[in-house]
């Protein structure tokens, strides 16, 4: 695996005006749609099997074999639905790739539902982000008029239709099933599987959920080959990937990089953490995969890599936090997201993460007490799949990882009556001890 940038999904976006379809076709835009609809739709789905793409929406779960659990004797019509609810705190990958060329994704929209002969298909989108909903209307609008998009595309008897759906900006939405509900006008709350998507889905009929940049993913492969995607990357985890690197960096910012590059080669391409710090914790995959320290820096940012050092690669969402940030207080403000975002479907998550932050709020305070550490942890136990859905556990995961590698941090908290990385409680801590 080589550690060099490879610009692939984001290869056109420095171009002028890179999300009109113009400048895409330019750069080779739906050339891999002429290819797939020469192809046999099951041929289609081999290749992407073949190509090793994993979910890049967190869970990594093999795309093809997504695919190809589609029942085609099922008489129901086919769907297809894009995840494109991008909400998991530090998670920024999919709304640039939308807002820089959204007709990548409408491309593998159309390839997509043509492999698992969809009629139909939806991209769902958070609503706060208006501007990325235009953008992808206008692509969607372009490739209509192009004959991309609607009856007989392309002379190929094959017909499509692709809605572009404003969520109403709900963080369990981005899971699937609570996805499904919204768009049929629903509640977003999480249904009890089985049965699952791929029989009964959208509407009760057979449907494929997949991420942004999964899909983004496929011309790209139909395009070059399986053995091209799966030349990238490692083993058991192939391709290219869009890291994002956020926070305490020097440049922060999209990196796309085969999988297995290490999270010191991302830092020394960005710039390494900002002056004058330390690294002090990092999330690999957004704010619900457990933390990992400098201790880390070395771990293959693959699946299989980080899963061996107790986290999850989830959306590739790199967190960056320096030697100036208070663990106990970060690990609040994410617990404090997850309760106000709990459907409250489930007792175990609905009380779980009220509790959580009731408990953390005082440990913050330096009010607590060791005790309380053993009552967060035996919480989270009881939350950890217990809950109807996986947000119950992501809610656990800073607490528990951050007691793991920070328990000190939280002890000094009981030490100095708060927290003492506040510079303002720091002052009081310096007087009192002085007037002593």
Not at 208 to 233: H, Q, T
Not at 402 to 427: N, R, V, W
Request: proline share 6%; charged share 20%; glycine share 10%.
């Amino acid at each position: 695996m080589t550690s060099v940038l490879t610009p692939v999904l984001s290869d056109n976006w420095d171009q002028i005006k890179s999300w009109q379809l113009n400048s895409y076709q330019r750069s080779g835009g739906y050339d891999a749609l002429r290819k797939a609809l020469a192809m046999q739709p099951a041929d289609v789905v081999a290749t992407v099997k073949d190509s090793g793409l994993r979910g890049r929406g967190g869970a990594g779960f093999p795309t093809g074999m997504k695919w190809s659990f589609i029942p085609q004797d099922n008489p129901k019509p086919k769907y297809l639905v894009v995840n494109a609810d991008e909400s998991e705190p530090g998670t920024c990958k999919d709304i640039p790739l939308m807002m820089a060329s959204p007709h990548t994704l409408v491309e593998g929209v159309i390839i997509a539902s043509y492999a698992i002969r969809a009629s139909a298909a939806f991209i769902y989108v958070r609503g706060e982000v208006l501007h990325v909903i235009r953008r992808l209307q206008q692509a969607v609008q372009e490739a209509k008029d192009a004959g991309y998009i609607g009856t007989n595309i392309l002379g190929s008897g094959y017909d499509l239709d692709v809605i572009v759906h404003a969520g109403a900006g709900a963080y369990i939405c981005g899971e699937e099933t609570a996805l499904l509900d919204s768009l049929e006008g629903r509640r977003g709350q999480p249904r009890l599987r089985p049965p699952f998507p791929a029989v009964a889905g959208l509407y009760g009929c057979p449907t494929v959920i997949n991420n942004v940049e999964s899909i983004a993913s496929v011309p790209v492969i139909i395009k070059n080959g399986a053995d091209w995607f799966s030349s990238m990357g490692t083993e058991k985890s192939k391709g290219m990937t869009l890291y994002s690197l956020s926070g305490h960096v020097t440049r922060p910012g999209q990196y796309e990089a085969p999988l297995g590059i290490t999270l010191r080669e991302l830092l020394d391409l960005a710039g390494g953490v900002r002056a004058g710090h330390q690294l002090k914790f990092w999330t690999p995959g957004g704010s619900s995969t457990p933390l990992l320290t400098s201790e880390h820096l070395d771990v293959p940012l693959d699946y299989e890599g980080v899963g061996s050092v107790g986290s999850m690669l989830g959306t590739k969402a790199l967190q960056i936090f320096d030697d100036s940030v208070c663990v106990v207080r970060s690990v609040l403000r994410w617990t404090e997201f997850y309760k106000h975002e709990s459907c409250g479907k489930c007792t175990p998550c609905r009380e779980g993460t009220w509790w959580l932050v009731q408990i953390l709020e005082r440990l913050e305070q330096g009010k607590g007490s060791e005790e309380d550490l053993e009552t967060l942890l035996d919480l989270s136990e009881n939350i950890l799949g217990r809950s109807f859905c996986a947000l119950g556990d992501g809610a656990t995961a800073p607490i528990t990882s951050s007691i793991q590698h920070f328990k000190d941090e939280y002890l000094a908290h009981f030490e100095h009556g708060g927290c003492p990385f506040d510079p303002m409680a720091s002052t009081v801590f310096a007087t009192a001890g002085a007037s002593a």
